[in-house]
């Protein structure tokens, strides 16, 4: 895949229209926080055999824990590459379609029906050369920003991933913007009717057409977060302090409305880790000390 990438990045900040003093200090916490994240997500584009033009198909988290490199993703996004798909990811001013062992994790019609926890997480144990590639345009989020911990109902959270609509390609270029939404994580009252257990999912907020501000302060509305899935959930090492070191706490997996309004929904880090240690023992490093 030798399509030529560029990217942008659209910041959305969930706050009042009028900007008071607290919360210009907010949004300039907020810009300086996009350094922190945005460097180690990427867009995970896909090509079908028979076409020449790659498509978004969701987003994608660096990590490096000191033995594997990792592109961690959303399980359904994974499923694509089974439907014909060749994944892509940024190289050296192109796509590139990297290798390593692959895995996936996703909910069947009949565990959604279930009393099963739901899950969905995938992605790929990156090869050396794939890694080296994709350092040249990304970088790999290393062992001491991740956490295992479950962010409390309130606190903050900041998710970053590619949404769809704000993507372009041709047979030749391909571009996108990534999206960096501010929100609070939910209590489990507001979590969709079926089964997911509160230790390790956390859903967020997510209002696309009240107090959105771009990045000069004007009001906007928000694209839809398709795309997103797989992106990184952040939140501050210490909830009380926005200038505390930014963890990945887990990815997001799927979006649900409920009556109020949207809500993101992901899947939690620490269970991510479990499930890999029972499925690649001995392989998955040191990450295994966050759980």
């Known amino acids: 895949m030798s399509t030529a990438a560029s990217s942008h990045v659209f910041v959305l900040c969930l706050c009042s229209f009028r900007l008071g003093v607290t919360q210009r200090l907010e949004w300039l916490s907020f810009r300086m926080n996009l350094d922190d994240i945005h460097r180690f997500v990427c867009p995970i584009w896909g090509r079908l055999h028979d076409s020449s033009r790659p498509e978004l198909l969701g987003s994608g988290v660096l990590i490096y824990d000191g033995y594997e490199h990792l592109l961690l993703t959303a399980g359904h996004v994974m499923a694509k590459f089974d439907q014909g798909y060749r994944m892509g990811i940024w190289g050296p001013e192109i796509l590139f379609s990297p290798r390593g062992l692959s895995f996936k994790f996703v909910a069947t019609a009949e565990t959604r029906g279930g009393t099963e926890d739901i899950f969905d997480f995938g992605?790929?144990?990156?090869?050396?050369?794939?890694?080296?590639?994709?350092?040249?345009?990304?970088?790999?989020?290393?062992?001491?920003?991740?956490?295992?911990?479950?962010?409390?109902?309130?606190?903050?959270?900041?998710?970053?991933?590619?949404?769809?609509?704000?993507?372009?390609?041709?047979?030749?270029?391909?571009?996108?913007?990534?999206?960096?939404?501010?929100?609070?994580?939910?209590?489990?009252?507001?979590?969709?009717?079926?089964?997911?257990?509160?230790?390790?999912?956390?859903?967020?907020?997510?209002?696309?057409?009240?107090?959105?501000?771009?990045?000069?302060?004007?009001?906007?509305?928000?694209?839809?977060?398709?795309?997103?899935?797989?992106?990184?959930?952040?939140?501050?090492?210490?909830?009380?302090?926005?200038?505390?070191?930014?963890?990945?706490?887990?990815?997001?997996?799927?979006?649900?409305?409920d009556r109020k309004q949207c809500i993101l929904g992901g899947?939690?880090?620490?269970?991510?880790?479990?499930?890999?240690?029972?499925?690649?023992?001995?392989?998955?490093?040191?990450?295994?000390?966050?759980?």
Request: aromatic content about 8%.
């Open 123 to 257: 992605g790929l144990f990156l090869d050396a050369e794939s890694a080296a590639l994709a350092k040249d345009h990304k970088d790999f989020l290393p062992l001491d920003q991740l956490s295992g911990e479950q962010p409390i109902e309130g606190s903050l959270a900041l998710l970053f991933g590619y949404p769809v609509t704000r993507s372009k390609s041709s047979d030749s270029a391909a571009t996108n913007e990534g999206l960096m939404v501010r929100s609070s994580v939910v209590s489990s009252e507001r979590f969709p009717k079926t089964c997911y257990s509160e230790r390790d999912h956390i859903f967020l907020d997510f209002n696309r057409k009240k107090g959105w501000l771009d990045d000069s302060g004007a009001p906007v509305s928000a694209p839809e977060p398709h795309g997103m899935s797989g992106g990184g959930i952040f939140v501050h090492q210490d909830p009380k302090d926005p200038s505390s070191p930014l963890k990945l706490v887990g990815i997001i997996t799927e979006w649900h409305r």
């Open 267 to 291: 899947t939690g880090l620490a269970f991510i880790v479990r499930r890999l240690q029972q499925q690649y023992a001995g392989r998955w490093g040191s990450l295994g000390k966050i759980v």
